[in-house]
């Protein structure tokens, strides 16, 4: 026979039996399919847009009214992305507790330096993995700067700071203070003596001029802005709003703050390492590169400070507001306060200033969202498929705003908590404003801390007005949303010293 008769017959029988494999390829996918729990409700995908165009410029917000009306746990579609939300108290445990496992991971954006392979594993709040790597770093974290050995070590360095900050003000009696500079300092300088031990701004300069401060707020907001390399990765090479040179650049910029302690650091230590002396020691002895620390003290001296100047402005903020709850504060503070300095022995007996925090918490969560969760495998979840990567989000917002679990959940009422043993260290999952499980904020212990302490030193030290005589219930309360909760309008009062 021909041997072209046999090619061509060859041929065609090849063409033939493709759609017939398509079609037993297709029909095994779908029995698949069938025997795996759908994925959870969620509303109509756009073709290639999918349900960009529906989440806004308060995605926390977007998210509750969309829970109202798909449930508890909904799925939506960020270009090609899935993403899985949960929120409701029972979805949090099952995302944070039954599967913490599994939904451990971390999506991490493309911004961000840790999206790159070789930088993750030097990252501790954006490692794609609780890895061995992760585990290593995290424990010389909680060793070194949240145990309760360290803490307590600290707290002198925390009293420092707030004398500091309240000699600074006394200053600025009759001038208008913006309070989240202020207070973003104070933090500032803090943490950066915990870490390498000396300030690295000047409060005076960084309240009035917001220099760091706003890189930071940059920082947050390149992070927070949607950007087509997470909802298209095919694209994320060509970065085409930039967003990832701006990272870069702004990291960089962050970098030159601390680069040169660290080379001096280096090499005093190459001479003598026979004493540990703060956090950038440890790192050195720990044989961290440059770029590793480079990484860590951007990520601790951004979140620490960020989330925290929210936290103590909101309060403030809601006190403004609610006269009778700022009255039982000073009279809480009169009370257990008979010195002129507040110490942080001082806050266990300031139970109703401690409550004001928990309920500023509640309605207004620096992470309302939480920092994304990732599927390191498909899981089935309240009766519905989670796949393998799908993004994973907790609304805590929601949560705390729940007219299920919380009476009256719009009304500021720090009393709620006077009588309650709810707290936030992740076990009550109505109440998980830093998080639960493997991912829960390491931080939380020196939050705890030094956020008390500066609101009830710019409450005991100050009275404080609006300016132009303005009445503090018509305070603007309106969120802004990158990755922090904080107030659209910043929070600028006058302070008149009491004593």
Known sequence: ????????????????????????????????????????????????????????????????????????????????????????????????????????????????????????????????????????????????????????????????????????????QGDVVKIRQVVFATLFNMLSNILVSRDLISLEHESLKGGISGLMRNIMEVAATPNISDFYPILAGLDLQRLRKKSNDFFDKASEIWEPIIKERREVMSGDASSQQDFLDALIKNGSSDLQINILLLELLSAGTDTSSSTVEWTL??????????????????????????????????????????ETLRLHPPGPLLLPHRAVESCE????????NCQVLINIWAIGQDPKIWEDPLVYKPERFLDSNLDFKGNDFEFIPFGSGRRICPGMPMATKHVPLILASLIHFFDWSLPYGRDPKDLDMT????????????????????I
């Not at 979840?381 to 393998?388: A, L």
């Open 1 to 172: 026979m021909d041997q072209s008769v046999i090619k061509t017959d060859v041929f065609f029988t090849i063409l033939l039996l493709i759609p017939l494999f398509l079609f037993i390829l297709k029909s095994f996918k779908t029995r698949s399919q069938a025997n795996q729990p759908p994925l959870p409700p969620g509303p109509y995908s756009w073709p290639i847009l999918g349900d960009l165009l529906q989440v806004g410029d308060k995605p926390h917000i977007t998210l509750t009214k969309l829970a109202q009306t798909y449930g508890p746990l909904f799925s939506l579609r960020l270009g090609n992305q899935l993403v899985v939300v949960g929120s409701s108290q029972e979805a949090a445990i099952q995302i944070l507790k039954t599967h913490d496992r599994i939904l451990s991971g971390r999506y991490v954006p493309h911004v961000a330096p840790a999206k790159s392979l070789e930088h993750n594993n030097l990252s501790l709040g954006w490692n794609l993995e609780c890895n061995n790597s992760w585990k290593l770093l995290r424990t010389l974290c909680r060793t070194t700067l949240f145990s309760s050995k360290a803490i307590e070590s600290q707290a002198f360095i925390r009293e420092k700071k707030v004398v500091d900050m309240v000699g600074f003000i006394s200053k600025m």
């Open 317 to 358: 903020a809601e006190l403004l507001k609610h006269p009778k709850c700022m009255k039982k504060v000073e009279e809480e503070l009169k009370k257990e306060i008979d010195q002129d300095l507040i110490k942080e022995s001082h806050v266990p007996k300031l139970t109703f200033l401690q409550a004001c925090v928990k």
């Open 381 to 388: 979840v309240m009766t519905y498929t989670i796949p393998k």
């Open 479 to 498: 969120e802004k949303v990158d990755l922090t909760l904080c107030k659209e309008q910043p929070l600028l009062l006058i302070p008149k010293a009491k």
